[in-house]
């Protein structure tokens, strides 16, 4: 037998068997799991109705459980109760020994079990100082982890504030947490959102602006005009979308310069967000955009137009007339 | 007969350090996948993230449902993307010249009346007519002269007004969260401009309400060995390429693409059977050559559902299939290989593909014969024999093995001890006949190729096992 395959046969015969005890490992431990999540969620029933009607029910069925499971139940309970019955799950989270495991996990040197400490923190409410240093973690996942959970337990100002640090992670996806946590937040993130804007330092502005477009606040809109003349195509597509169906005359000014966009994908999109205010006299500036030199333009020109009635589709109809460009629309 | 024999032992090694090799860097992507998959379980402990199918900002997506003869499950299909988990969903379903009852079931089913709509012509065939529904105002359906899939699919780039465009077959069934989890590489990244998700085979699978309830491995024996080979081509073929950056191949059953980048591109090719990676490779290739940065990932968590061929006929005419797409996306592309200024997609990916998929059937058949006569002769010992099934299949088996635990690891709820044990019967039988079984459909579907055949061949659908609704359905049931 050859060397070769003397090493074939002895790292076959060795990984095979190792393979198939792995596998056979994560099925029997998901198998426990499943019963343990029945019990679980049999728990976390019994603690809700005793929320609800004061009782104290489900203290003995808690203890019951393993302490993984049992932060668990409080951990979903905490994202779905108000802020008085989420005091009564810190009383009951301290008593069963959840609140010391999250508060040693939190100082773990294992990323994991910080990120998992947040989570169970969401009853204690985040207000220790090594939950608030974990915005500043190496790991985005755990930074990401602390923007979400900081936005959860509180939607106040002062999180805006700590949670718009890392609006210039360098991580995008906690960027894009940090946007969807200041755009969750409402009229309470708006200042935040309009400081961001007014920075200058680009990547949080684009932060800013995600969270923007799911705010709907005028003033913000104003804010973010200023932003039509960013170098960054991008940054000037997402100002479109913020100022999107555009009610006042300056933000409306805006969004048709952004029509003569050097960027297609900017100009394609200033006319989709232009066409949502329904003003069949925006066709006007829509119009000139079915001659565009770029096609995806010219089919977003249209269906802009299209969007704003029958003058828009009259528009639309003379255009396809008169050009002959196979890549323009036609009535079909 | 000294000659024969010199030949057939040349044949023997060249096949035993060609299988070696492909072994190895099997081996070496699902190592690069199991590092994917373990960054992913980080991921996972962020417990919402940004979440799509609540956000504001989610962008527009046009689900493109291109349908040749697919009267048993084009319902089904628009019933589950008509209720998927994401909040600006466009359907788009292109009757590609069906001969069945598709236009029909689709008129009946979302009670859809003839409209008029504006269609930016890139496609060559003819639009007949339009239809939209009061019920459903984001559902449209297009029927089109017969053209072929990519025909179809660039009628449907036509109408979509979604910043985001996703390919979906009329056979698939798509988990309710898959466009939403399918989106996040968009917003993560400007330059990602296509994103594909898991596949897995329907055929074992419960369905109600035209949802997967119950997600098993097919008790076929033809289906549950496609089942390990989906899980194998996905954890290594994908995941695998996803951490070197070279994804060339997004599934033609449920691909995202970005609508500007589809359409600077041409839309899809009507010249290949294989338009699903041919455009990748084409919007990647355009991407390098003004220096832009252009993405391609693979999402492992997405789950759409497509019924697999449970015939040798159907399975033996994808294959074919799928072995000349793969040929005709390398040929007319074939001025990129080994040229830097691709990058790694020219130097390493695409000389990959051509001789680890498309080259190795004939290694693999040459290898067998070689093996085969060289016993005969005596050319070749039984323990060369023994190593090149070694080499061949067991380092093909460990790589299933390994892209299953990873599977089981992601997603342990699909993993069943019954189904785990299916998986393993399919994993030995797999390389006791239905693998050769392949090798000659994919040198089938080369010599086919090199002909110019550019037919699809049929595949005859069973539909789904559909269990009585919980509720009301919006549509009625087939």
Redesign the interface.
Known sequence: MSPLLALLVLSEVLVAPALLVLLATVVIRHRRDQGMRARTERVEATLLSDLLHGTSTAAAMLAELPLRWRTKALTTLATSVGTSERATLRTIADECGVSALAHARLRSRRAVARVAALRAMTPLEIQDPDGVALLDDSRASVRGAAVWWMAIAHHDANAAARIADRADDDDPHVRHIVAEALSAGGATAAPTVARLLATGAPTAQRTALLAAVGLHDPEIADAARALRTDPDATVRATVARVLAGATTPSTHAALTALLEDIDPEVRAIAALCLSQGHRSKDALHIGPLLHDPVDSVRIAASRALLALGPIGELAVRATARTIADANTVHAA | MNALRAILLVVDRFALGFFLVAGCAQLVLIASASRRVRHRM??E???????PQR???CPRVTALVPAHDEGAVIANTVQSLLTMEYPNLEIVVINDGSTDDTLRTLVDAFALRPV???????ASAT?KR?YASAEFPDLLVIDADNGGKANALNIGL?LA?G?LVCAIDADTLIDPRAIGQLVQPF????SVIAAGGTIRPANGCTVRNSRVVDDRTPRGLLASIQDVEYVRAFVHGRLGWNRLGGNIIISGAFGLFR??AL??AGGFSSDTVGEDMEIVLRMRRQARMRHEAAQVWFVPDPIAWTEVPETLRSLGHQRDRWQRGLLDSLRMHRDMFFRPRYGAMGMVVMPYFAIFELASPIVEALGIVAITLGIVTGAVGW?QA??FL??AY??S??AA??A??LD??VE??R???SD?GRR?RAMVLEQCGYRQLTVYWRLRGLAKALRGDQRWGTQHRQGYTELAPSAPAPAPAR
Do not use: C, H, K, Y
């Open positions: 980080q991921r402990l962020l417990p919402v993230g940004l979440d956000s504001a900002i008029e709509r504006l269609v930016a012509t890139q639009v339009i036509g007004t910043e917003l993560d990244d400007p609508a500007t359409r600077n323990g023994f190593a070694l080499v067991g380092l088996f460990i093995l390994w299953m635990l089981a690891w342990p709820s993993v069943r001890s785990a393993l």
